[in-house]
């Protein structure tokens, strides 16, 4: 993905040693190409950033929250939750320490002429994997899963549906 301009970088040029503490603010519009209002991010999303740097090597930890606004996966209520997330990445400044791979699961190369290190598409990454895989209610009475789940285990014998005794012919046909 091509950006002009990076949403969320880090001016590495002149950073001395220590910890140093970032904080952006942003829209999910400011990251082009990522879809992030599709997923539900259509509040503000805080995402703030420390950056380590000891010598030729920067340790960056970079954390996000927001608002991500969703429909129950059972009764399509609206539901919105406060999704936070975390990624921990390293640097490495030009070193012929790393055996000269550019990229890597748990470092990153530098050239040593670099000013920004650019960490749009880690945030983004950071924010889709804090979407939880199914967005049911907690508090809605409309929604049954929890409150049925809560009030029996199974299903009573007396209880029983069409949906269960179909089931119940599935498990003895496979056993």
């Given at each position: ?19 140093h503490n ?70 490495f400044i ?82």
């Amino acid at each position: 993905m091509y950006n002009e301009k990076s949403v969320i970088g880090i001016r590495i040029a002149g950073l001395a040693d220590g910890v140093h503490n970032f904080d952006f603010t942003c829209k999910s519009s400011d990251f082009a190409g990522w879809q992030l209002e599709d997923a539900g991010f259509t509040r503000v999303i805080e995402v703030g950033v420390v950056a380590e740097k000891s010598g030729d090597k920067i340790d960056v930890t970079i954390n996000t929250s927001t608002v991500a606004d969703f429909a129950c996966d059972i009764c399509l209520a609206p539901n919105s939750r406060v999704l936070t997330g975390s990624l921990r990445l390293s640097y490495f400044i030009d070193t012929s320490l790393c055996g000269g791979q550019s990229e890597n699961e748990e470092y990153r190369i530098l050239d040593r002429s670099v000013e920004s290190i650019d960490i749009t598409a880690d945030v983004c990454e950071t924010l889709l994997l804090s979407l939880p895989l199914k967005v049911t209610c907690i508090d809605n009475i409309d929604c049954h899963l929890y409150s049925s789940i809560v009030e029996h285990e199974g299903p009573q014998a007396e209880e029983k549906t069409l949906w269960h005794d179909s089931l119940e012919k599935l498990k003895n046909k496979y056993r």
